[in-house]
């Protein structure tokens, strides 16, 4: 795993940021090769790790990349950041591609009957922060915890396909993705502890 | 946590859409489990994509992308992500009688043979006969709402049901209850759930 300095990684993704917009608005080719030369060796690192083969791989990087070319303009920073942002397209593409199911997304738009409008749920924290407060918080993640999170989303497993692989009761695996989650959730509230 | 991740079986996968459509609170925790998704990727050690990759990339940015159909008209029982799989309003429904008040509609989703996806009516007031399952139950309530003896369940509520539940839902009385269930058959349902609802009601 690579780990960058936090600021440097917060200036890094504010620069990544940039790019993805001066794609969406000015279609800037330059900002784009940038972006792939970023996102493409990661993304099809991703695709190998959930077991596609290369030629599979080298397929939906491809697509993710153009995705990401044609949906640019859609891209908002303050409610994910690129890197989020490049992980949900490849996250779909791969189930459309390699998989070959529907991706349903939510309507984003829809609030009706929603409780309390004075209580906008998490607007406290912009989406930037949010990215950096999550990636500082799994680095600091117990590795019997990052080990089943990492599981997860590069395995494709459930909690009971990891408990079958790991040797783990289900019970301790319920247990550690809670201890996972609660760390994340004081980080995200501001809780470094 | 496994919708974020991309596991999800599509029939699960559209359940926890339509819900996310209804709670902005799991919302915001989706695009919390979205950012897990993005800090994992960013720490991958890139590997060498074909250099040819670029080129051929390059190439098609100029490609017409087929104009994407436009949104379905919105409808006030069935959110934007359920309303494109059943391709029609709530009204439109052909529901087919299963007899003491209760209708059903099966939603067609390619290769999913081990799960039953369905819409489901109860009059108001009638009660579902006591049944457990095969497999793991999921229901997501659309309009009115029901009561299982513990929970009562309104717009937006998931309740779950394992095979040892052997459970007798009672529609409210105001007005008739529509879910969206989905029913795991010879798979065991395990997984993304217990975290996920955990977390989400946490």
Request: proline share 8%; glycine share 8%.
């Given at each position: 795993m690579q780990r960058p300095e936090p600021r440097q990684a917060a200036d890094g993704a504010r620069e990544l940021d940039d790019l993805v917009q001066r794609v969406g608005r000015n279609r800037d080719r330059e900002a784009f090769v940038r972006l792939y030369r970023h996102f493409a060796p990661r993304v099809k690192a991703y695709l190998l790790r959930l077991g596609a083969d290369d030629g599979a791989a080298e397929e939906t990087t491809q697509e993710t990349m153009l995705s990401l070319w044609r949906r640019a303009e859609s891209f908002d920073p303050t409610q994910a950041g690129a890197g989020t942002w490049v992980f949900t397209i490849a996250r779909n593409r791969r189930i459309d591609l390699i998989r070959r199911e529907r991706r349903p997304e939510p309507d984003n738009g829809q609030i009706e009957l929603m409780a309390d409008p004075a209580e906008p749920v998490d607007q406290t924290i912009a989406a930037g922060q949010r990215d950096s407060r999550v990636r500082a918080a799994l680095e600091t993640l117990p590795q019997a915890q990052a080990a089943l999170i990492q599981m997860a989303y590069?395995?494709?497993?459930?909690q009971t396909a990891i408990a079958d692989r790991t040797g783990l009761p289900l019970g301790t695996v319920k247990s550690r993705f809670r201890l996972a989650f609660a760390r994340l959730k004081r980080a995200l509230e501001g809780d470094p502890s | 946590m496994g919708y974020a991740a991309g596991s999800l079986r599509e029939p699960h996968a559209l359940l926890i859409a339509t819900h996310l459509s209804l709670c902005p609170d799991c919302r915001a925790k989706a695009a919390e489990m979205d950012a897990v998704g993005g800090a994992l990727l960013d720490g991958l050690t890139p590997v060498e994509v074909a250099p040819e990759t670029l080129d051929q990339v390059m190439a098609r940015l100029d490609e017409l992308v087929p104009p994407k159909a436009p949104p379905m008209p919105a409808d006030p029982v069935l959110p934007a992500p359920l309303r494109a799989y059943v391709g029609r309003g709530i009204d439109g429904i052909a529901w087919k009688k299963l007899g003491r008040g209760i209708s059903e509609f099966r939603l067609p989703i390619p290769n999913t043979r081990d799960y039953a996806t369905r819409l489901v009516r109860i009059a108001a007031g009638r009660e579902v006969p006591s049944h457990g399952h095969d497999g793991d139950e999921l229901t997501l309530v659309l309009a009115g709402g029901f009561s299982d003896g513990e929970h009562n369940y309104r717009r937006g509520d998931v309740a779950g049901a394992d095979p040892t539940v052997s459970h007798r839902p009672v529609a409210d009385a105001d007005s008739d209850c529509v879910c969206l269930t989905v029913t795991e058959g010879k798979l065991r349902f395990s997984g993304p759930f217990g975290p996920l609802l955990t977390y989400f009601r946490g």
């Amino acid at each position: 795993m690579q780990r960058p300095e936090p600021r440097q990684a917060a200036d890094g993704a504010r620069e990544l940021d940039d790019l993805v917009q001066r794609v969406g608005r000015n279609r800037d080719r330059e900002a784009f090769v940038r972006l792939y030369r970023h996102f493409a060796p990661r993304v099809k690192a991703y695709l190998l790790r959930l077991g596609a083969d290369d030629g599979a791989a080298e397929e939906t990087t491809q697509e993710t990349m153009l995705s990401l070319w044609r949906r640019a303009e859609s891209f908002d920073p303050t409610q994910a950041g690129a890197g989020t942002w490049v992980f949900t397209i490849a996250r779909n593409r791969r189930i459309d591609l390699i998989r070959r199911e529907r991706r349903p997304e939510p309507d984003n738009g829809q609030i009706e009957l929603m409780a309390d409008p004075a209580e906008p749920v998490d607007q406290t924290i912009a989406a930037g922060q949010r990215d950096s407060r999550v990636r500082a918080a799994l680095e600091t993640l117990p590795q019997a915890q990052a080990a089943l999170i990492q599981m997860a989303y590069y395995e494709d497993l459930t909690q009971t396909a990891i408990a079958d692989r790991t040797g783990l009761p289900l019970g301790t695996v319920k247990s550690r993705f809670r201890l996972a989650f609660a760390r994340l959730k004081r980080a995200l509230e501001g809780d470094p502890s | 946590m496994g919708y974020a991740a991309g596991s999800l079986r599509e029939p699960h996968a559209l359940l926890i859409a339509t819900h996310l459509s209804l709670c902005p609170d799991c919302r915001a925790k989706a695009a919390e489990m979205d950012a897990v998704g993005g800090a994992l990727l960013d720490g991958l050690t890139p590997v060498e994509v074909a250099p040819e990759t670029l080129d051929q990339v390059m190439a098609r940015l100029d490609e017409l992308v087929p104009p994407k159909a436009p949104p379905m008209p919105a409808d006030p029982v069935l959110p934007a992500p359920l309303r494109a799989y059943v391709g029609r309003g709530i009204d439109g429904i052909a529901w087919k009688k299963l007899g003491r008040g209760i209708s059903e509609f099966r939603l067609p989703i390619p290769n999913t043979r081990d799960y039953a996806t369905r819409l489901v009516r109860i009059a108001a007031g009638r009660e579902v006969p006591s049944h457990g399952h095969d497999g793991d139950e999921l229901t997501l309530v659309l309009a009115g709402g029901f009561s299982d003896g513990e929970h009562n369940y309104r717009r937006g509520d998931v309740a779950g049901a394992d095979p040892t539940v052997s459970h007798r839902p009672v529609a409210d009385a105001d007005s008739d209850c529509v879910c969206l269930t989905v029913t795991e058959g010879k798979l065991r349902f395990s997984g993304p759930f217990g975290p996920l609802l955990t977390y989400f009601r946490g």
